[in-house]
């Protein structure tokens, strides 16, 4: 999922909405790189969906965390929430990458 522009109190719930409808997948890339401003309500509801998806058994990386928006996320748990610390890139081809080597691994599992 990409996120451009804001990610404010007023959009947080209908976000949240979309990634709980999220079916069928073992590995989701949370793309930040676009995030222009997120509000603290944004970046709990961002940290609900990173432990909702890995509660499911999906895999959340998140790429793009702009050094703006760190402190908020590191403050509000986001980043804790991951499963792995390995799992926030700066490069959409090292989290593709990283993607395809866990749905390797859980087809080569299967």
């Known amino acids: 999922m990409r996120f451009d522009g804001p990610l404010l109190f007023a959009a947080a719930d209908r976000v949240f909405e979309q990634m709980r409808a999220v079916r069928g997948v073992s590995v989701v890339i ?41 402190g908020l996320f590191r403050t509000v748990g986001v980043l804790a929430s991951l499963r792995h610390h390995r799992h926030l890139f700066t490069s959409l081809p090292d989290a593709i990458a990283h993607a395809r080597s866990h749905v390797r691994r859980e087809a080569a599992s299967a």
Do not use: F
């Open 30 to 70: 949370l793309r930040m790189s676009q995030l222009e401003v997120v509000d603290a309500t944004g970046a709990r509801i961002l940290g609900d969906i990173v432990q909702l998806l890995e509660r499911r058994g999906v895999t959340v990386l998140i790429k793009g965390v702009q050094p703006r928006h760190e």
